[in-house]
C-alpha cells in the first residue's frame, strides 16, 4: 500500500492519501525557530528549544493535534472543510489532496466543493517567525462567499511540561488581546509596568503573535474553549460552525489565536492570504506583518530562497544509478535527514519533546559525520564544539549542556555535574567517535592545519585537535578492564549494555584499535616519530589482545562483564550473535580476511531479515546477565533483537569495505525508507525519512518502524552509501574511488563537488562486477589503480572507472 510518490525534480516528498499510517512530517525553519508540521498540519512550532521555547501545543501519544489548521466556510451553505485533510476530516471520494513536503516547505494542496486551496507553510530563510500562506480559487461556475479561518493554539507557558502538567500555575500567566489584525497572547503580561532591564522571580513579559497579512480580520478569538466550543473538537469549532469567532480575548483562559477573514470570489478567482507566527513584540510583529505588502509574490520569492538555500547544499553529491530509492535517499531525502538531526540532535520531534538538556556525546559527533561531504564548514564549527566539551583527561563529557561554557564545565568527576545531568560516570566510547569525525572532515577538505587548531578543553586548559585526540587515546589507555581492553565505564554505543564499570567491550575495543590507525596517519602527517612508533607498538599489542579474547571460532564476541562473563559467545543460550562487533572488527581493519568473511556471513545467515539485520540473536529473556538492560523491551524491539536501524549502515559499510557490492546494497534496500513505499502499512513511518529502529521477526509487528527523524541512523547509512557503496574514500592527499554496488548494475555516474573543484565520475561494469577496478582514467590520461592524488585534479574533472 502506498500513500505517496517522489517527486526527484522538486524534491518533494508528495503524499496523495491523506490518511497516512502515521503523521507523516516535516521539519521548517532553522535553529532560531523551528517547526514540525504533519500530512495533516498537526505539530508545534517553537523559539530556539522545543522544551523551553514552545510556541504551539501539540499532545504527544494521541491523535495528530493541535496543528496549524486553516478552515474554509461556505458562507452560502454553511458547509466547511480545512486546508489539510484532517481536522475536519471530509470524505475522501469528495475532497482530493496533496501534501508536498519540500526542502524546508509544506504545501497542502486541496480541492472540495468548487474550491481550490493551496497552504505553504514555511519559515522564511534567516527569520524567526512562520508563514502560513493560503491562495483559495474558486473553480465553480458561481460566485462563492467564504470564511477563512486561521488557528494556532498556543502554550500558556513557553516550558512544554509547565504547559501540560503545572496548570494551577500556567492558566493564569497568559491573556491575549486583539490589536488591528492580529492576536497577541501575553505570558506574565502583568509584568509589563517593569522597565526593559527588570525581572520578578526571572520572568518578564513574553509575546507571541498570530497576525493576518493581505486582508482585513473580520473576526477574532483568543480563547480555545470559546473557539472550539464546549464538547466540540477541532474538526468541529463552533467558531467555524458560526461564521464568526465574535471578538473575544482570554484572560486565565486556555489562549489561542484564530483569525477569520472574509471573502467573495468570482469564478476562476483567487485570493492569497498569510497567517503568521512567532514569538515577537507587538510592535514586531506589527512591522512583520507589514511588510507583506505583495503576499502571493513575496510567498513565492521566500520559498524559492529556501530552496535555493538547500539545494545548493545538496548539490555537491548527486548520483544517477539504476535505483531510485539509492538516488533519492542519497541526492536529497537521507541528505535532508542528515541536516535535521545535526541541526536537532534529539531534541524535537513527535517523539522527543525536547526535555533532554543538551548533547549527548557520541550521537552528536556521529551526527557530523552525515553532513561532511555536502557541509564540510558546518561540520566543522560542530566539531570545534565537540572538541571543546572534551575534558581535559581526554574523555567526552556524556551530555553537554545546551548552556556549554568551554573551560569552566565540571564533569563526571564531579557530583554536581552527576546531580545536574544524570550522567553517573564516563562513556567508554564517546570520545572515540572523534577519531573518524575528524578524519573524514580533514580528508574531505584537505584541511590538516586545522590539527594545529587550539580548542580549550571542557574544564581546564586547552590543547591542539591533534593533542585532543592525543588524549583521547590516552583515555582509554588509562582506563584499561582486567584484560587490558578497554574498560566499560558506563556503557558502549548500546545504552543497553552495562558491563560494568571494570568491564570490556569488544565495540569499544575495536573503535580503540580503528583510533590508533587514524591517529598514526595524523601522527606521521605531524612527523611525530615517537609517537608513530609508540601507536604501533600499542596498535599491535590491543589487536592482538582483541583477537586472543574476542575471537569465537565465526564471530567476535560482544565482551567481558566486570565479573569476567564472557558475552555473545556462541554457547550462550541468548544474545549468542551480536552485529555491531562483526561489522566493527571489518570497519576497523582488525578482522583477517578469513574473520571478515566468517562474521559477515554468521551475520547473513543468523540475524539477517527482510528488514534489515537484528542487532543480536535470539533475544534476551529468561538468561539475561546483570547488565543485560534490553530485556527490559518486550523481544524484537529495539536493543532487544530490534532491527536497529543505525548499525544497517556500518554493516553496509563493512560489506562494502569487503568488496561485497551485492550484500551491501542488499542492506540498504532492505532497511531504506523509500525501498519501502509501497509497503507503507507495514513499516508505517514516513518513507522519506529514517527511524530508529524496525521491529525484529520476535515482534508481531515484523517491519514496523519507530521514532522518526532524529537518529544516528541518518549519518551512518550515509557514510555507508557514500563511502561504501560509492565508495568515496579521500584521505589526507587525495581521494580514492572504490565502489562496491550490485553486480547487476552496467554503469553509474557520480557529481562531487571536492576542495573546490568538480568531479564527473562514470563507473562501467560490461563484466558485471561487485566491485575492483579494471582500469580508471583522469581526464584521458590512465591512472595507475583508482587513487586520485589532489595535485592532479583541475576545476573539472572527468573520471572513468571501469569496475
Ligand atoms: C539511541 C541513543 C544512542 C545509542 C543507541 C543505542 O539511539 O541515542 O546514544 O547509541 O540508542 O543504544
Redesign the pocket.
Known sequence: MKYGYFDDKEREYVIDHPDTPSPWVNYLGSPEYGAIISNNAGGYSFARSGANGRILRYIFNQFDQPGRYIYIRDNASGDYWSASWQPVGKELGQYQSKCCHGMGYTRMLADYSGIHSEADYYVPLGKSYEVWALTVTNRSDRVRDLTLTGYAEFTNHSNYEQDQVNLQYSLFITRTLFEKNRIIQQIHGNLDALREDEEVDDKKVTERFFALAGGEVSSYCGDKDAFLGKYHGYGNPQGVISGDLGNITSYNENSCGALSYKVTLDPGESRTVLFLLGMKSSAEAAAITDSYTDPAGQVRQEINALKADWYAKLDHLKINTPDHAFNTMINTWNAYNCFITFVWS?AASFVYCGLRNGY?Y??TVQDIQGIIHLAPEMACEKIRFMLSAQVDNGGGLPLVKFTHNPGHEDTPDDASYVQETGHPAYRADDALWLFPTVYKYIAETGNTAFLDEVIPFANKGEGTVYEHLKRAVQFSFDHLGPHGLPAGLYAD?????RLGAEGESSFVALQFYYAMTILKKFAVYKQDSGYVRYLEEKQEETGQKIQKLCWDNDRFIRGYTEKGERIGAAADPEANLWLNPQSWAVISGLASREQADAALENVYQRLNTAYGAVLMDPPYHEHAFDGALAVIYNQGT??NSGI?S?SQGWLILAEALSGHGNRAFGYFTENAPAAQNDRAEIRRLEPYCYG?FTEGPASSHFGRSH?HWL??TASTVMVGCVEGILGLRPDLEGIRIAPAVPESWDSFEIDKDFRGKHLHIRVENPDHRESGCRSMSLNGKELPDNYIPEGLLKEENEILLTL
Open positions: 534529539r549527548g557520541r550521537d554505543w548500546n545504552d543497553c549494555l529495539k536493543e536497529f543505525q530508529q521514532v537518529t544516528g
